[in-house]
Structures are given as C-alpha cells and as structure tokens.
C-alpha cells in the first residue's frame, strides 16, 4: 500500500492563497473552516529579514495524536496513512484538536452563512454547500483535510495540487523510492515541520533557499 503524503516547495508559493480558496470550494467548508491555510512567518534579524508564506495541510502523520486520544474510535487512519473522522462515531469532545500539534483539527458548533445581512433563502451554490457540509460532516464533530481521498479514488490530484498556479504542491507516495516526492525530498533536502513533536508527518517541505 501506498503512504500518501506531500511536498510544499517553499521557493515556489509566492501567498496567492489560491490553495485555500480551491480547498473550500471543493469541499464545501463553512465559514470559520480553512483545512488549507497560508501562514505568514518571518525569518532572520533586520536587516536581512524574509517574510514567507507557509502553506499548511493536515500533515497526516504516520503517529498521529489525534487518533491517539479519541475516546469513541471516530479518528481512524487507513491503510494509506490518511487519517479521518467518522461522524458517526464523533461525538465532540474536542480532545482531538487539543491533542493535534499542527492545528489541523476544526469543529463546526453550527453552520452559518457567508451572507448573514443578505435577505431570503441562501443562494443555489450556498444552498448546495450546506447540503453536501451536512451529510458528510454536520455540526458538533470534528472535520480535517483528507487530501481529498475521493478525488484520487477518481485518479486526480488533491484540489490544491491541481488548482497551485506556481505548482508549489506534490502529491504522491512516500513509500516509493522512485516516486516524485520521495526523489524531491532526497533531492531538495525536505524536512518535515516540528518533527521533535514524535508524530512522522506525511507533509514536507522544500527549503527556501
């Protein structure tokens, strides 16, 4: 089986936030909800400073904390190291975004509109958005990103690979020697974010320079 991960170029994002914007679109997310952020960080002392965008994901870890303090068995990790949430077990304790040292974990306490001061019914595509945020997810559980495990049951890239106009993003499987990523991380010299926190990431990053 594969152990899908990810490999940010930190080179290449340049802050268009293209990634964010696509994650919501494509998932549905509410307002509040960003499984996709870009951060902004500086390095360096004035006056050689660097101001960089870090783009974060779920970072899917191979020991993840999240599973390890979920008290109902809603945290599960599949075969391919993805770590997801089943609504159906949740029952929003909250535990897990604690536990998760990335801040990757969100709950929806309850659905609100992007248009509050807008008058009538939701318009067709909100409409839409809640419909499909509602039976997948709800309100009161926990909600992360999934690399958009039903976009590469399909055979596509995750929505922010594809959707990466400076193509910042990779997508494949860590486990191969031979894929993309893992001759990137090779390559590049990747590192993993905080890997003093224990977790084995499946998210890493290229250096800046």
């Known amino acids: 089986m594969a152990r899908y991960g990810f490999v940010i170029d930190l080179k290449r994002c340049y802050g268009c936030y293209t990634c964010q914007v696509v994650c919501k679109a494509a998932n549905h997310t509410p307002k509040g909800i960003d499984w996709a952020r870009c951060v902004q960080a500086e390095t360096g002392s004035f006056p050689s400073t660097l101001r960089q965008m870090l783009p974060m994901v779920c970072m899917q870890c191979a ?9 109902t068995g809603a945290t599960q990790q ?8 089943d609504q159906d077990l949740c029952m929003g304790c909250k535990y ?12 929806v306490d309850a659905w609100e509109t992007y248009f ?35 976009r590469v049951k399909q055979g ?27 001759i990137l991380i090779r390559r590049e010299g990747g590192f993993q974010l905080n890997p003093e926190f224990g977790t084995d990431p499946s998210c890493y990053y290229l250096p800046v320079r």
């Open 116 to 150: 509050p001061d807008a008058e009538g019914a939701l318009d067709p595509y909100e409409a839409y958005a809640r419909k499909k945020w509602d039976e997948k997810y709800g309100s009161g559980v926990a909600t992360k990103c999934d690399y958009c495990m039903d």
């Open 63 to 71: 020991e993840p904390a999240c599973l390890e303090v979920c008290p």
């Open 78 to 85: 599949d075969e391919n190291g993805i770590v997801t949430v």
């Open 96 to 107: 897990c975004m604690m536990a998760c040292p990335y801040g990757s974990r969100q709950v």
């Open 156 to 182: 596509l890239q995750p929505a922010c690979v594809e959707a990466c106009p400076s193509k910042a993003r990779t997508f494949g499987d860590l486990d191969d020697p031979e894929s993309e990523i893992s």
